[in-house]
């Protein structure tokens, strides 16, 4: 933990911090502002939705300014975002909601790129703990959001208005902490740089690519698909708000956490056994959905859901680092950021209407599909990783 790993690891609290924030309100800022019930998470994937639309952008504005100066720019975002957010909700536009949290999205893209840049701070054989790390900084969101959330609910005349304002705040410090890391230069920045490969020839060449993306895009799909409804679906419990953040915060809690070990577990154990430990825990997520829908039952679900998607991401994170060389890591990074918020996308618009519509069960049944595809990912890792094992001497790391 070197201070640059520090300080990046702040920043990825304060990111997650905005972003636990917005799980625990959007959705209930939506569901009292929203023409019709089903479109309440409207503003939760609109979220998501600007992530993938600005991964192309933010990638080529860090190759064009370098990681700090795209970092600044992004926090900057992130305070104009939650600004016009906090305008709409006084003014009761959920239309502009949906349009501050678009342009938020910008803000979620870069600092996803956060753990990726870890890497790039320590020497090769530290980058899984380095992953670990940095993601670990999301114990400070697991804290803060829910905390926040609840404190600035009615800080203001209208409700979660205060809370928007607040996160003006979070982003200004992000703003501070980011501009104090020494970033390496980018290698595909400099004069004469290799252009490298495209993300289709990627696909084709490097067959963990593909199976990294899968593992990390449809585990973090069905982690936003549970995670988005569960405030909408404990109200419809008669369960109060208190109780929702509780579990958000317990459900945070395991997704980093294990942040402390799942690096060393890795190199222990290797990256595929992870994952599919990650796998397994979703199904248990699963389980406890389909037994009952009290408290208990909600907490146990989000609990393994957020252990399983810790396992899945940086073990699927770990792998795709492996995919690529340094002049093709922006590009690399960006089809991974836009093929993770393109599912999360997709789920945050399908929570709204399976929840308000289906239920909170018949969500959780759903959420087998995705999960049938990433053990399908697995299982063609760990034939290509036999492959490669069988035809050289030096067993693959």
């Not at 530290?126 to 400070?140: D, K, M, N, P, Q």
């Not at 991401?313 to 492996?322: I, Q, S, W, Y």
Request: with cysteine; charged share 10%; aromatic share 10%.
């Amino acid at each position: 933990m070197n201070p640059a790993l520090m300080l990046l690891t702040l920043c990825q609290g304060l990111f997650l911090t905005n972003n636990v924030t917005f799980i625990a309100i959007n959705g209930l800022v939506g569901l009292a502002l929203a023409p019709v019930p089903w479109m309440a998470t409207l503003p939760v994937c609109s979220y998501v939705a600007g992530g993938a639309l600005f991964a192309p952008l933010v990638a080529r504005h860090q190759r064009a300014w370098g990681r700090r100066r795209g970092f600044q720019v992004a926090a900057l975002v992130a305070v104009m975002s939650c600004s016009l957010a906090a305008f709409a909700v006084t003014e009761r536009s959920f239309w502009l909601v949906v349009l501050a949290t678009l342009l938020a999205g910008y803000y979620n893209a870069s600092a996803g790129l956060y753990r990726f840049v870890s890497t790039e701070l320590v020497k090769p054989a530290r980058r899984e703990t380095a992953i670990s790390w940095v993601l670990a900084g999301g114990l400070l969101g697991a804290v803060a959001g829910p905390a926040l959330a609840k404190l600035s609910r009615d800080l203001l005349v209208q409700p979660f208005a205060g809370a928007y304002l607040a996160l003006v705040g979070v982003a200004l410090l992000s703003l501070l902490v980011v501009s104090l890391i020494p970033f390496p230069p980018l290698a595909e920045s400099q004069p004469g740089a290799a252009t490298g490969r495209s993300w289709p020839q990627l696909m084709r060449e490097e067959p963990f690519f593909l199976v990294a993306i899968a593992a990390c895009a449809l585990g973090y799909g069905v982690m936003n698909l549970l995670m988005a409804a569960t405030p909408i679906a404990m109200k419809q419990c008669s369960l109060p708000f208190d109780n929702a953040t509780f579990v958000l915060q317990w459900h945070v809690l395991g997704m980093f956490a294990p942040s402390f070990f799942t690096g060393h577990l890795i190199q222990r154990v290797g990256v595929l056994p992870v994952m599919a430990t990650g796998l397994l825990l979703n199904l248990v997520c699963v389980g406890f959905a389909l037994t009952g829908q009290d408290l208990t039952h909600f907490l146990g679900a989000l609990l393994a859901l957020g252990v399983g998607w810790n396992f899945l991401f940086v073990g699927g994170t770990t792998l795709f680092t492996r995919a690529y060389r340094p002049e093709e890591k922006t590009r690399a990074q960006a089809t991974m950021e836009v093929c993770i918020n393109s599912t999360m996308t997709l789920t945050a618009f399908s929570s709204g209407a399976l929840v308000t519509a289906g239920g909170w069960q018949r969500m959780a049944l759903g959420s087998l599909l995705p999960l049938a595809l990433i053990g399908l990912a697995l299982a063609v890792g760990a034939r290509r990783l036999i492959q490669q094992r069988a035809a050289s001497p030096v067993p693959n790391p």
